[in-house]
């Protein structure tokens, strides 16, 4: 039973098309760096099965595929920004403290769950604040699907064990949900807590709009854009491109100027146009990865709502399942 | 009043570490200076002025002396006098998180991190109705659904401080998550996530629905594990070795900011509140096996002179009823309702 565990998660990451597999039971570093360290704390437990047993998706489309097959050439990516905190309610400097969302915010993460209700998710990254992680499992409770999401856990090995599955049909109703740092909101400093005002008084306004609107300038002790950016986009090519490339739809819940760092990444945007590109709260961005590529598609429209929005044919087919199988 | 303010916090916060790095003993541990180097953020937390890291390293050379002192008498006043705002009296409120999306399916969850339902917001949202109650500190496990009834809890809590979560997991975490306005820290209520308060681990019952654990293993079996006090499910926890490792957590690290004065909220599951209730009324086995705690009603007690007193659950602010609060928190309750411009208590 316990081999049969992480499988799918083995699956999901080393297909038999993908050109790393040649060591079939271990994570290749190159091209596709993987090194998420729960999966391969897991893989570790499950290494000597993973070459004997074939790759099943049993987890990542409601019909099943063949085995042997990649699941997709093609995968959706859905970004959402989380809605209001108390903090910007309040008009605070955010960055990394922990701030939880108001009402506001919670509204905003249902409703942007509607928006993505028809749309699959195999696989959640978050960043490691709460603001996110519950705009995440908020959206996710409006999703037609009706699978579960799960945070895991790799702080130790006592969180990993103790967060441990143990039915294999329960792991394939899961979305596994990846909290990473990586996409925390832009560091903020010695401004963390401080009103735009306390921060104008102590350090001019001047200086304030220039660690505001700046690529490359950082406020005291804290993170420009560009540093920002480059742990976010590293994280994005290392652990999340490597699973669109795999067909796993993914779901990004995570801060502004994480966001659009990554944006800038898929949109290959100058340093110019992503300081004054703004992302919607709660609006989410959906992504089409194929053949390499990233086509942006735009923000979908609610259940409810009157658009006429051009979904591939694949997320159409999605969705006729999802309402033929009235479950 | 602030150097022995900040050596509770010092002394809960370093206790707290030493507990995940040791994981064991409630003995006395020296504390190395560096520990404390980097916990000078947190007692900003529990104290009104700044801090000068002087003023913690001679404290802490201190600590191991005095520790046992305020072990062992909880209700001794260890605050000199000038400290008029403390009391002698603290509220501890207890909420049980809500329905998980694996209680509506009907599997055993036990560690697994599985979120909220709607209906487990709404509950959460609705055991709000503390808001009378003051909060100074909060105690979640580090499960999802436990952390977000807090949050939600409070977002309708009268004083509208805002819970800001810690981070201790590294060093990384604790200097990106500082805050810096003397202002804002006194309008934060901190959160502190402890794996300690988590539901009691089922092992390879997790993810498991009634019928195909009966099945894999036997109804009586099953039967057993669930209903019994010292057996475990395979690789799992019984209800004792759960309540051990709550209850321990508990007394070092939550009944000494109660000793302090501070109003505290735990928001945890099942086991390891029925685990701390059986602590504060002193249940036994047999007694805490059939204890049912309802889920997302918050159950409030009162700390003072070292005993806890079950005040039972608080009404709702619209809710007609007798509740007979302490006249502390009715003096409390009456300045919510005359400023509106909250006094910090």
């Not at chain 1, 001019?204 to 804290?222: A, C, D, F, L, M």
């Not at chain 2, 909060?135 to 009268?158: E, G």
Request: charged share 25%; aromatic share 6%; glycine share 4%.
């Amino acid at each position: 039973m316990a081999t049969v565990v992480s499988h799918h998660l083995i699956s999901s990451i080393a297909s038999p098309h993908s050109p790393s597999n040649s060591k079939a039971s271990l994570f290749p570093k190159e091209p596709f760096n993987l090194p998420i360290k729960f999966r391969q704390n897991r893989f570790k437990i499950e290494a000597t099965t993973a070459s004997q047993t074939p790759v099943l998706d049993p987890l990542l489309s409601p019909s099943k595929t063949t085995p042997h097959k990649k699941k997709s050439n093609e995968a959706s990516l859905i970004l959402i920004r989380h809605g209001e905190s108390l903090w910007n309610e309040k008009n605070l400097f955010t960055g990394c403290v922990d701030v939880p969302l108001t009402e506001k915010g919670v509204a905003e993460a249902i409703q942007a769950g509607k928006r993505i209700s028809t749309i699959p998710v195999d696989l959640i990254f978050t960043s490691s604040l709460i603001r996110a992680q519950m705009t995440a499992m908020l959206a996710m409770t409006q999703h037609r699907c009706k699978k579960v999401p799960i945070i895991l856990h790799d702080e130790n090995e006592k969180a990993q064990t103790w967060s441990h599955v143990f039915s294999e049909e329960t792991r394939k109703q899961s979305i596994p949900v990846v909290a990473a740092w990586q996409l925390n909101e832009r560091m903020y400093g010695e401004l963390q807590g401080l009103n735009k005002e306390e921060t104008a008084e102590r350090y001019g306004t001047q200086q304030v709009h220039e660690w505001r609107r700046s690529y490359h300038i950082p406020p005291p002790k804290g993170e420009s854009l560009e540093m920002c950016a480059e742990r976010a986009v590293a994280y994005f090519e290392d652990n999340i491109q490597p699973e669109l490339a795999l067909g796993n739809n993914v779901l990004i819940a995570a801060h502004g100027n994480s966001l659009r760092s990554i944006i800038m990444y898929l949109d290959k945007l100058t340093s110019q146009e992503v300081t004054s590109l703004e992302l919607s709260t709660g609006l989410p961005l959906l992504y089409i990865f194929k053949d390499r590529k990233f086509m942006r598609r735009g923000s979908p429209v609610g259940p409810t709502e009157a658009g006429v929005y051009a979904y591939t044919k694949r997320l159409a087919q999605y969705r006729q399942k999802l309402d033929e199988s009235l479950n | 009043m602030s150097t022995a303010m900040s050596y509770q916090s010092i002394y809960s916060f370093v206790s707290q570490q030493s507990s995940t790095i040791s994981q064991s003993s409630r003995q006395p541990l020296l504390l190395p200076t560096k520990c404390l180097k980097i916990d000078s953020s947190l007692c900003y937390y529990t104290s009104r002025r700044k801090r000068n890291l002087s003023k913690i390293e001679t404290i802490s050379s201190q600590i191991s002396v005095s520790y046992n002192t305020t072990l062992l008498s909880p209700s001794k006043n260890i605050i000199p006098d000038n400290s008029q705002k403390k009391s002698n009296e603290a509220a501890l409120i207890l909420i049980r998180h809500g329905e998980s999306l694996w209680n509506a399916k009907n599997l055993f969850t036990g560690c697994v991190d599985v979120p909220l339902t709607e209906k487990g917001v709404e509950e959460a949202i609705e055991a709000g109705k503390i808001s009378n109650i003051p909060i100074d500190v909060i105690f979640t496990s580090s499960l999802i659904r436990a952390q977000m009834t807090a949050v939600l809890a409070m977002i309708q809590h009268r004083r509208k401080k805002v819970p800001i979560i810690l981070h201790n997991e590294s060093d990384q975490a604790k200097s990106w998550s500082q805050v810096f306005s003397e202002e804002t820290k006194d309008q934060s209520v901190p959160v502190i996530p402890a794996w300690q308060l988590n539901e009691r681990m089922y092992g390879e019952l997790q993810g498991l629905n009634k019928q195909e654990t009966a099945e894999r293993y036997g109804k009586q079996q099953v039967h057993e594990w669930r209903r019994s006090y010292d057996i475990p499910p395979p690789k799992g926890e019984s209800l004792e070795m759960c309540a051990e490792r709550a209850v321990a957590y508990f007394e070092e690290n939550i009944e000494p900011k109660l000793a302090a004065g501070k109003n505290v909220m735990i928001a945890a599951h099942g086991n390891s509140l029925r685990s701390i209730i059986m602590s504060l009324d002193k249940l036994t086995c047999k007694e805490v096996i059939s204890l049912e705690l309802s889920t997302g009603i918050p159950l409030l007690y009162i700390f003072k002179d070292g005993k806890f007193m079950k005040r039972g659950s608080p009404v709702g602010p619209t809710k007609a009823g007798v509740y007979a609060y302490t006249k502390r928190l009715a003096q409390y309750r009456q300045k919510l309702d005359e400023s509106s411009e909250v006094i910090c208590s």
